[in-house]
């Protein structure tokens, strides 16, 4: 959901300093992925059989086309792909993004007073537009008929803007899903690290309940603070996914709780199915499909997980910020292709 879009580095972004000028592409041996004979592989085929229809490569559509009608999971990854570490000089960074759902109204009252606005007009795709602060200060947005709903709580609706997507609980009981209908083209600055510059906090307080409290205990100053982000995501009512689904990915296909994360595709195709080994508190090994992207995703090694929905899903994906390393699955030909070292 443009990670949706999210991104989705809530806290603090990662900085790289030691990027190789050209990726290194390493091909590994099944018995180097640990854990992998103990995942379930055919969760992880139903959810690469939800965008593999859509991806253009002929070599991608012919293993797709294979994929539909095996009953033998991990034999078929084992058969058609290869494991390869694919490097640019940045340690592994997992993060973890989540959808929201807030509470929200179709018309404006003292309540319910933070809007979310669809796309202007005069927005081109690629250029710069106003920022977060001028878009706000100047009111640029207001009263043009762009508002979708409007929300209780101005901090929910900035990490809206981060996530990219989320569902609104309407006061009349119903609800309505929102996604990402666009942005005014600034790049993603993290609220985390302008925090720990200006000495609030350490950098291994920070999360996103962190930002959160002290947003909401200083009014004023934490709008401010919130426009630090010039990045201002645009959205729009998402009807055709049901409810009972996840929310759109970048391939505009419904992700997967704990089987979809969003990569960088400048090293990772958009679909692939890819093996992380997350560490920290809550370690994760498990095959994944790379369904999404994110404005703070950037890198060989940089991984969001998708949580879910909801609170639960919101407070697992806030605390994740964990190193490891991921392994992409590339058809052999290819895989042997971009082969730099083993």
């Not at 900085?15 to 041996?29: E, F, I, K, N, Q």
């Not at 033998?72 to 990854?77: E, K, L, M, R």
């Not at 106003?130 to 990490?159: C, H, K, S």
């Not at 009807?239 to 994360?261: C, F, Q, W, Y």
């Amino acid at each position: 959901m443009q990670a949706l879009f999210a991104v989705v580095l809530i806290a603090i972004s990662i900085v790289g300093t030691t990027a190789m000028s050209d990726p290194r592409y390493t091909v590994l041996d099944w018995s180097d992925l640990s854990g992998w004979d103990d995942d379930d592989h055919q969760a992880a085929l139903r959810v690469f059989n939800e965008t593999c229809p859509d991806l253009d490569d002929a070599e991608w559509a012919s293993l797709c086309a294979v994929s539909q009608e095996n009953g033998a999971a991990q034999s078929f990854f084992e058969l058609f792909f290869l494991p390869v570490l694919i490097e640019d000089g940045d340690p592994a960074l997992f993060t973890g993004y989540y959808e929201p759902e807030l509470r929200g109204s179709r018309t404006p009252n003292g309540v319910y007073r933070f809007p979310l606005y669809r796309k202007p007009p005069e927005i081109v795709p690629g250029q710069l537009w106003r920022t977060r602060e001028e878009i706000e200060q100047l009111g640029l947005l207001q009263n043009r008929g762009l508002e979708i709903a409007w929300l209780d709580d101005p901090v929910d609706r900035f990490f809206l803007h981060i996530q990219g997507s989320g569902r609104i609980k309407l006061a009349d009981g119903t609800s309505i899903r929102v996604g990402y209908g666009g942005r005014n083209g600034h790049d993603y600055r993290s609220v985390g690290e302008e925090m720990v510059r200006r000495g609030l906090y350490q950098r291994h307080q920070v999360s996103a309940a962190t930002i959160q409290g002290w947003v909401r205990r200083n009014p004023e100053e934490g709008r401010r603070l919130l426009q630090h982000n010039p990045s201002y995501i645009f959205f729009r009512e998402v009807s055709e996914v049901p409810a009972d689904k996840g929310p759109l990915g970048a391939m505009n296909r419904s992700i997967t709780a704990l089987r979809s994360i969003a990569v960088d595709p400048e090293f990772t195709p958009l679909g692939a199915p890819v093996w992380i080994e997350k560490l920290g508190k809550d370690p994760l090994n498990r095959l994944m499909i790379a369904q999404d992207t994110g404005s703070a995703i950037k890198g060989a090694q940089r991984v969001d997980v998708f949580y879910g929905s909801g609170y639960e899903a919101g407070r697992r994906a806030g605390r994740t910020r964990d190193p490891g390393r991921m392994i992409t699955l590339l058809p052999i030909a290819q895989a042997l292709s971009k082969s730099t070292g083993g």
